[in-house]
Nanobody, 126 residues
């Protein structure tokens, strides 16, 4: 089992920045950030494999950066140039069975591949 605890999200104006953090109880080779809006599936926003192999959804490339500090098992998501369409509940996730690149929505059947954080709300106003 892996426990994940996310930092608080927040509300910012368009063009602003936020940094999310997620403390994990232990290291997992693959981790990711997902986001979800009501009525839609979870979207893989950014993923990291090992120390530095990363992938991003097209909608956030060049604006978001995923990173990790293996010394204390913390996962980060730096979000810059935020847009109103980035408004969502954000979840950190640690892969249990296999790694997946970011950039796709996952069905509920795939949730079991991950341990999940509690979710944190990010709201971007125009």
């Amino acid at each position: 089992q892996v426990q994940l605890v996310e930092s608080e999200g927040g509300s910012v104006q368009a063009g602003g920045s936020l940094k999310l953090a997620c403390a994990a109880s232990k290291y997992t080779h693959c981790a990711a950030w997902f986001r979800q809006v009501p009525g839609k599936e979870r979207e893989g926003v950014a993923a990291i494999e090992g120390v530095s192999r990363t992938s991003y959804a097209d909608s956030v490339k060049g604006r978001f950066t995923i990173s990790r500090d293996n010394a204390d098992n913390t996962l980060y998501l730096q979000m810059n140039s935020l847009k109103p369409e980035d408004t969502a509940m954000y979840y950190c996730a640690a892969a249990r069975l296999y790694c997946q690149a970011a950039g796709r929505w996952i069905s509920r059947a795939e949730y079991d591949n991950y341990y999940w954080g509690q979710g944190t709300q990010v709201t971007v106003s125009s």
